[in-house]
C-alpha cells in the first residue's frame, strides 16, 4: 500500500503525486514558535481587543472583495449602481438591515461564555484566530469533502491533521524512514468528537475482521492465488499460514502487522493494490454487512466480540456501537473506581472472562478528561494490561477518547524554535500549575493509543465545528474509505473526504484550527500556558468549596475529586486545615512564593479543569441529613438557581453553573458508595445529583472589593439559601397534594393554610393573586411563586 507522505519543512503530509503538486503551491507552514501573549489570543470579556479584531475582521472583507474584482476583471458587473437605486433593491436591503439587528438583539439571549461567571459546559471565549481563520475561510466556503471543493483548506487540513498528531507525541518521520517502512500517523478534521469516536469504533471493528476477510479472499478468489502461503505472527510469536489459522487466531492478531498485509502482498506476490481490493470487496463487512459475514466466516466464535468503554464513556460509543451492526448490548461498562476513573482491577477481571469465553474485544477506550468528572482514566495500566493480556492471546487496540483533554497534553509538548531562531522569552508564570503526578503519568504515553479523540472545539478554544481524530498508523484510515486510497496517479488530487464519516464539510473550520495553531502553539508556551493557568484557578476554586461551609452552616459542599490523604489514608482534617491557611485564603503572589502549598495544589482537584461537586444540607437539631432523595431536592434547586431558563435575559443571573446524575447502574458499586458516604446520605435512590463548574478562564479578575472566589462563595451562598428556602415550599406544595395530581384543589390549599395559623383574608387574597388561570387550582408553579410571596409579607407583618 502506498502511505501517501508529502515533505515540507517540518514533518511530512503525504508523498508521490501530492508531493509534486504541493511542491507547485506556496504553503503557510505550521512551524515556528508562536506567540506567547494570552492577552492578545481572545477578544476579552469586555471586548478589550474589539478594535484590532474589527480591523482584521473588515480586512478579510476587502480582500475577499479584491479577490473577486481582480478574478477576470473584465467580466461584467451584475450589481450596478442603477440596480442599487431600484426600489425593490433598497427594500430588500432595508428588510436585511433590520432583521439583522434583529437577530443581533435575540443573539444576546445566548449564554455568555466569554464570562468568568459562566461555569456550565465545557465553553468559554473563542480565542480571535480561530475565529478571524473561520471568518476568512467562510467567504470562500470551502467544502472539504473533495479537493475541487476546497483547493486551499484541504492542503490545510493535511496540516492541521499532522499538527494534531504532533501534540498528541505521535513521531512523524521524514520520506526516507516512511520508505523504510516507518510507521507514520495520520489525522484529520471532523465536525466532532462525536463522529470522530464512531470512526475510531468503525476502523477497529473493521481492523479485527480484516484477517478473516483475507483468508476469505485467499481460499475464494483466483486473482489471489499467488498469495496462498503467505504467512503470519500469530499471538504466541508463531509463523504461520493464514489461511489456515482459526477465527479466533485470526481475531488476535496484533494492529500493525494486520495493517501491513495488502503491501506485503504487493511487495512479496506481486498482486496490484487493485485486485486486492476487488478481492476483498466480495468478502468483507463492509460489503456483505455483519449477519452474512458471521454467517459464513465466523459462526465458530463462541460470544460477540466487544467494546469495552468505561461508566464515564460518552454516549457516542453506544451509538457507533448500533450505527455499526455491533449492538450497543456489547458496549460493556467498566466500573470505576473512588476516583471516578476506569478500573483496572474491574477491567483485567472483564478481560480475563473475554479470553475464557474466546470472546473478541476490538477495542478498550480510556478517556481522557471526561466530560462529567473531568477524570483522566489510567491509560499507562490499560496499556500494560493489553501487553499482559497479548502474551495470553487476547489482541485489541486502545482508543483514547481525548476530545475534551487532547489539548492539555500541550502542557508536556516542547516550543519549536522554528527557523526564524528562539522565541521570545515569555515573563514569569503567574498563576500557573501542572498536571499532577498521576495525570502527567497518563499524558506521558498518550502517543501509545492506536487513535485519539480530540475536538479543538473544547479546549483548544476554536468556534464549532471542529472534532479531530489522529491514528497512530495511517493505514487506520484505509479501514473507513470506499476508494482504495493506495490506488494514485501524477495527477490525482489530494484528498481527506474520502476516509471517515463525513461527507460535506466546513474547510473554514479547518482553516479555525490552522491560524489558531499558527499564533498559539500546541506547545509549553502556547496552549500549554493557557491550560496551566485554567488548572491553577480551577483549584483554587476547588479549594474554596472544599473549605467554604463553616461550622456554623446549615449546609456542607462534597467536591467528587478525593483529597490525596483520602486516597492515602492521612490526616484529612490536618490536610483541608492547611488548604484553608496556606491556599484558599492566600492573595495570588503569596501563594505562588509557598513551594509547599503549591505543590500540594498541583495534587488536589480533578484532574482537569471540570469540577463536580454537592450539597448537603443539616437538619434544625445540627445532624446531617441522611436522605440522599433530599439532597438530591436541594442540588436541582440549587441549579434551578444558577441556570438560565428559555427566554431569560442572561445578565440577571451572577453565576451560571450545570448538572447532571450519577447512576449507580453505570458507576458502579465501589465509586457510588464511597461518595455517598462522603456526602452523608444513605437510604433508597440510584442516583446522586451534582453540580458541576468548568473553569477554562486562564484568568480569575477581581470584582470590586472582592476576588473571584469571593464572589463565588457569596453565589453559592445565595443559592443555597434560595434552594432550601424553595424546596421547604416544595414540600409544602407536595403535602397539600394528596393524590399527586400536580395540581391543588381549593379546598385543599384553605384547609392547609388555616392549619398554618393563616388568617382567612390572607387565604382568600393568596388564592385570588395566585390563581391566574381561574380554573379554583394551582399549579406548582402558580402556587411557589405566590407562597414565596405570602411569606414575604407574613415576615414583614411580624416586624411591625
Given at each position: ?5 508529502t ?12 508531493d ?5 503551491v506556496?504553503?503557510?507552514?505550521l ?14 470579556s ?12 473588515v ?65 468559554w ?12 475561510a ?12 476546497s483547493?486551499?483548506t ?21 520520506k ?61 510469536g ?43 470487496t ?66 483485567e ?22 466530560t ?7 491509560l ?24 475534551w ?12 524554535d ?16 501542572g ?18 479523540t ?17 491514528y497512530?498508523n ?21 484528498s ?43 483549584r483554587r ?73 454537592a ?21 436541582k434547586?440549587v ?12 445578565s ?25 458516604r ?12 451534582v453540580?458541576r ?8 479578575t477581581?470584582f470590586?472589593?472582592?476576588s ?18 424553595r424546596?421547604s415550599?416544595?414540600?409544602v ?36 393573586s ?8 394551582l ?22
Open positions: 500500500m502506498n502511505r501517501r507522505t515533505r515540507h519543512r517540518g514533518p511530512q503530509v503525504s508523498a508521490g503525486a501530492v509534486q503538486f504541493l511542491q507547485q506556496e504553503i503557510p507552514y512551524d515556528g514558535p508562536g506567540t506567547s501573549s494570552p492577552e492578545a489570543w481572545f477578544l476579552g469586555k471586548a478589550e481587543n474589539a478594535e484590532e479584531f474589527e480591523r482584521l475582521i480586512e478579510a472583507i476587502r480582500d475577499q472583495a479584491f479577490w473577486r474584482r481582480n478574478f477576470h476583471p473584465g467580466d461584467p458587473t451584475l450589481v450596478t449602481e442603477a440596480v442599487k437605486r431600484q426600489p425593490e433593491y433598497v427594500q430588500a436591503m432595508g428588510t436585511l438591515t433590520d432583521s439583522y439587528r434583529s437577530l443581533l438583539g435575540f443573539l444576546k439571549k445566548s449564554m455568555p461564555f466569554f464570562s468568568t461567571r459562566y461555569q456550565g459546559h465545557m465553553n471565549d473563542t480565542a480571535m484566530p480561530a475565529v478571524l481563520g473561520y471568518f476568512a467562510m467567504l470562500y466556503n470551502p467544502n472539504n469533502v473533495a479537493f475541487e471543493g483547493t486551499a484541504t492542503i490545510l487540513e493535511l496540516l492541521v491533521g499532522d499538527d494534531l498528531c504532533r501534540m498528541i507525541g505521535y513521531p512523524l518521520p521524514d526516507a524512514a516512511c520508505q523504510a517502512g516507518a510507521v507514520r500517523p495520520w489525522g484529520h478534521i471532523t465536525s466532532g468528537g462525536t463522529v470522530a469516536n464512531i470512526e475510531a469504533i468503525w476502523s477497529a471493528r473493521n481492523l479485527k475482521f480484516y484477517p478473516i476477510a483475507m483468508q476469505a479472499a485467499l481460499n475464494e478468489d483466483p486473482s489471489l492465488a499467488a498469495a496462498r502461503d503467505l504467512r503470519v505472527r500469530t499471538a504466541s508463531d509463523q504461520a499460514l493464514l489461511r489456515e489459522l482459526d477465527v479466533w487466531s485470526l481475531c488476535n492478531l496484533r494492529g500493525d502487522d494486520i495493517l501491513a498485509l495488502p503491501a506485503r502482498l504487493t511487495a512479496e506476490h506481486g498482486i496490484s493494490p487493485e485486485a486486492i481490493t476487488q478481492a476483498l466480495k468478502v468483507s463487512p463492509q460489503s456483505v454487512g455483519m449477519h452474512a459475514f458471521f454467517s459464513r466466516y465466523a459462526a465458530e466464535l463462541r460470544g460477540s466480540p466487544v467494546i469495552l468503554v468505561p461508566a464515564t464513556k460518552h454516549y457516542s460509543f453506544p451509538k457507533a456501537a448500533a450505527i455499526l451492526g455491533i449492538g450497543a448490548a456489547n458496549v460493556l461498562d467498566v466500573p470505576l473506581d473512588e476516583n471516578a476513573r476506569m478500573s483496572i482491577p474491574e477491567l477481571r472483564i478481560l480475563q472472562a473475554c479470553l475464557a469465553e474466546r470472546r473478541p474485544v476490538y477495542t478498550v477506550v480510556g478517556v481522557i478528561g471526561s462529567e468528572e473531568s477524570a483522566v482514566d489510567p499507562r495500566e490499560i496499556l500494560a494490561l493489553r501487553e499482559q493480556f497479548r502474551q495470553k492471546g487476547l489482541e485489541f487496540t486502545v482508543h483514547a477518547d481525548a476530545a483533554g487532547g489539548y492539555h497534553v500541550s502542557i508536556l509538548r516542547d516550543d519549536d522554528g527557523p526564524g531562531g528562539k522565541r521570545p522569552a515569555p515573563a514569569a508564570p503567574r498563576g500557573e500549575v498536571f499532577s503526578r498521576y495525570t502527567g503519568e497518563q499524558y506521558a504515553v498518550l502517543h501509545q493509543a492506536d487513535s485519539v480530540v475536538d479543538p472545539h473544547k479546549s483548544g478554544y476554536i468556534p464549532y465545528p471542529a472534532g479531530a481524530l489522529c497512530r495511517a493505514a487506520m484510515r484505509d479501514l473507513v474509505t470506499f476508494k482504495a486510497p493506495y490506488i494514485l496517479h501524477a495527477e490525482d488530487e489530494p481527506v473526504g474520502i476516509y471517515g464519516v463525513e461527507g460535506s464539510k466546513p474547510g473554514a473550520a479547518v482553516a479555525a484550527v490552522f491560524l489558531a495553531h499558527k499564533v498559539i502553539r500546541p506547545s509549553r508556551s502556547g496552549y500549554g500556558s493557557i491550560h496551566r493557568k485554567a488548572l491553577f484557578n480551577c476554586v476547588y479549594a474554596r468549596l472544599l473549605c467554604m461551609a463553616r461550622p456554623e452552616d446549615n449546609f456542607v459542599v462534597v467536591p467528587v475529586p478525593r483529597l490525596p490523604a483520602e486516597i492515602t489514608g492521612g490526616d484529612v482534617a490536618a490536610q483541608i486545615e492547611f488548604i484553608r491557611e496556606r491556599i484558599d485564603r492566600r492573595d495570588t503572589d503569596e501563594l505562588l512564593s509557598d513551594d509547599e502549598a503549591l505543590a500540594l495544589l498541583a495534587e488536589v482537584g480533578p484532574d482537569l479543569n471540570i469540577l463536580t461537586y450539597f448537603n444540607f443539616k437538619r434544625p437539631d445540627g445532624a446531617m441529613n441522611q436522605s440522599l432523595a433530599q439532597a438530591n431536592r436541594l442540588n434547586a441549579y434551578e438557581v444558577l441556570s438560565l431558563k428559555p427566554g431569560e435575559d442572561p440577571g443571573h451572577p453565576l451560571l453553573v450545570t448538572t447532571t446524575d450519577f447512576e449507580d447502574a453505570h458507576y458502579g458499586a465501589l465509586f457510588m458508595a464511597d461518595y455517598k462522603r456526602l452523608g446520605v444513605e437510604g433508597p435512590g440510584h442516583a446522586v445529583t453540580l463548574s468548568t473553569v477554562m478562564n486562564p484568568w480569575l477581581d470590586g472589593d472582592d473571584f472566589l469571593d464572589m463565588l462563595e457569596r453565589e453559592f451562598r445565595k443559592a443555597i439559601s434560595r434552594a432550601m428556602f424546596d415550599m416544595a414540600q406544595f407536595e403535602e397539600i397534594d394528596a393524590n399527586n395530581d400536580g395540581r391543588l384543589e381549593r379546598a385543599e390549599i384553605e384547609a392547609k393554610l388555616r392549619a398554618l395559623g393563616y388568617r382567612d383574608e390572607e387565604i382568600h387574597e393568596f388564592l385570588r395566585s390563581d391566574t388561570s381561574r380554573d379554583s387550582t399549579s406548582k408553579q402558580e402556587f411557589l411563586e405566590s407562597y414565596s410571596q405570602l411569606l414575604v409579607r407574613a415576615s414583614l407583618g411580624s416586624r411591625r
